[in-house]
């Protein structure tokens, strides 16, 4: 099982990155996928997810509004759009997997892509 986060970056202050998380090594159907980050010296935060079968998604309540989650089933994919960055946003950013629903621990982690938002 792998996933691969791409995308991150030095971006400016009200900048909208978006990011990647690409899946191989299970069927991506079946699985769930989240974002969380981690900032330094903070405990981890979910995002956002996303479930397979209908695209039910969930937002954290700072983020929603923001950024939004979306996956290609096609391509093994799940996307962020982040808009309008703080500094605040500055963080590793982190996708995850778990098999069927949204809720629940999350099964495997990328490595994380960092996001460093400049003001």
């Known amino acids: 099982v792998q996933l691969v986060e791409s995308g991150g970056g030095l971006v400016q202050a009200g900048g909208s990155p978006r990011l990647s998380c690409a899946a191989s090594g299970f069927i991506f159907d079946d699985y769930a996928i989240a974002w969380f980050r981690q900032a330094p010296g903070k405990e981890r935060e979910g995002i956002s997810c996303?479930?397979?079968?209908?695209?039910?998604?969930y937002y954290a309540v700072p983020m929603k509004g923001r950024f939004t989650i979306s996956r290609d089933n096609a391509k093994n994919t799940v996307f962020l759009q982040m808009n309008s960055l703080k500094p605040e946003d500055t963080a590793v950013y982190y996708c995850?997997?778990?098999?069927?629903?949204?809720?629940?621990?999350?099964?495997?982690w990328g490595q994380g892509t960092q996001v460093t938002v400049s003001s």
């Open positions: 995850a997997a778990r098999q069927g629903g949204i809720w629940g621990d999350y099964d495997y």
């Open positions: 996303i479930r397979s079968t209908d695209g039910e998604t």
